[in-house]
């Protein structure tokens, strides 16, 4: 079955498995998904991921991480969707909660924080906001 926005469902599974307080779940691999998993772990927001491989379809399993009972992950936004892509110049890199939270950026050097990318100057799609 085809997804119109595999990100958006990523990112509503690990909204759903936060709200009911559950320490892993799982969904169909893809590599922005893992690219996605792993700057999420770089951040502290997961504690790990890792890829199940197996036919017809891989799985990403991601490991949440919570401190005296509350997650990590308080917010979680997509951005830019398929039907209105949002993208930035380095100049108007966005700030998530006054740099509290992290944008998630698609640049032409990969996917990256928004810190990152002002490191590295540069500007790209905005995938989300996590907080």
């Not at 890829?51 to 490991?63: A, E, S």
């Not at 998630?104 to 799609?125: C, H, P, Q, W, Y």
Request: glycine share 8%; with cysteine; hydrophobic share 40%.
């Amino acid at each position: 079955m085809s997804m119109s926005d595999p990100i958006a469902d990523m990112l509503t599974r690990i909204r759903n498995a936060v709200m009911i307080k559950r320490d892993q779940l799982s969904m169909p691999a893809s590599g922005l998904k893992a690219e996605i998993a792993a700057l999420l772990r770089h951040e502290g927001y997961i504690s790990g991921f890792k890829i199940i491989r197996k036919k017809p379809q891989d799985t990403l399993m991601i490991q949440l991480k919570y401190r005296d009972g509350a997650s990590a992950i308080r917010g979680i936004k997509r951005i830019s969707k398929p039907g209105l892509r949002v993208y930035t110049d380095v100049k108007d890199v966005p700030k998530v909660l006054n740099g509290i939270g992290a944008a998630f950026i698609s640049t032409n050097k990969g996917l990256m924080t928004d810190v990152e990318a002002r490191e590295n100057n540069v500007g790209g799609e905005v995938l989300c906001y996590v907080w």
